[in-house]
T-cell receptor, first 115, second 111 residues
Framework: EAQVTQNPRYLITVTGKKLTVTCSQNMNHEYMSWYRQDPGLGLRQIYYSMNVEVTDKGDVPEGYKVSRKEKRNFPLILESPSPNQTSLYFC??????????????FGPGTRLTVL | GNSVTQMEGPVTLSEEAFLTINCTYTATGYPSLFWYVQYPGEGLQLLLKATKADDKGSNKGFEATYRKETTSFHLEKGSVQVSDSAVYFCALSLTGNQFYFGTGTSLTVIP
């Protein structure tokens, strides 16, 4: 089954404790992206990647890191989480054709709480 | 800058009512426009899209027309069902890499 998976689905942590949220897709998509969803703000793009070893900042990259060492995986790293990073996080992937990403497929989300 | 503005929710409708969710955008170039739907507890799914002016995207009875002159992409459905209850997001992309989403509109359809 074609899908985007994220782990963990729920995470409660404390300020400053490094964490990684994994994202994996089995559709051989070139493009992957991370978003955070907050009430009243909708989805905001954190980072995106157009292919292996190619990443770029979205609208709200501060406090986050990403890496793309393999095509299927795109982990989101919070080196020193803070309470304002409490949010619902989504990973998405798509084909990348003619210099544009195609339909994005979203993962189920990771609800992160930073105390 | 680039941004999307959607009508505030929540919206509550009776089954078989007509639905309109307004979406307007600001873009520094010529964007592609999207409507995504999020069912409770799930990720977003693409509902429909349009890539150029006057294009009409349609899917599952929903429609939206790309209006460049009014910078709008309003979502419509002639007769909503209980199963349409969800949050709807309007979005734009200029480069195909960066995406800008609206704040979402929650729809509840009551029998």
């Amino acid at each position: 089954e074609a899908q985007v998976t994220q782990n963990p689905r729920y995470l409660i942590t404390v300020t400053g404790k490094k964490l990684t949220v994994t994202c994996s897709q089995n559709m051989n998509h070139e493009y992957m992206s991370w978003y955070r969803q907050d009430p009243g703000l909708g989805l905001r793009q954190i980072y995106y990647s157009m292919n292996v070893e190619v990443t770029d900042k979205g609208d709200v990259p501060e406090g986050y890191k990403v890496s793309r060492k393999e095509k299927r995986n795109f982990p989101l790293i919070l080196e020193s989480p803070s309470p304002n990073q409490t949010s619902l996080y989504f990973c998405a992937s798509s084909l990348f054709r003619a210099q544009r990403s195609d339909t994005q497929y979203f993962g189920p989300g990771t609800r992160l709480t930073v105390l | 800058g680039n941004s999307v503005t959607q009508m505030e929710g929540p919206v509550t409708l009776s089954e078989e009512a007509f639905l309109t969710i307004n979406c307007t955008y600001t873009a520094t170039g010529y964007p592609s426009l999207f409507w995504y739907v999020q069912y409770p507890g799930e990720g977003l799914q693409l509902l429909l899209k349009a890539t150029k002016a006057d294009d009409k995207g349609s899917n599952k009875g929903f429609e939206a027309t790309y209006r460049k002159e009014t910078t709008s992409f309003h979502l419509e459905k002639g007769s909503v069902q209980v199963s349409d209850s969800a949050v709807y997001f309007c979005a734009l992309s200029l480069t195909g890499n960066q995406f800008y989403f609206g704040t979402g509109t929650s729809l509840t359809v009551i029998p």
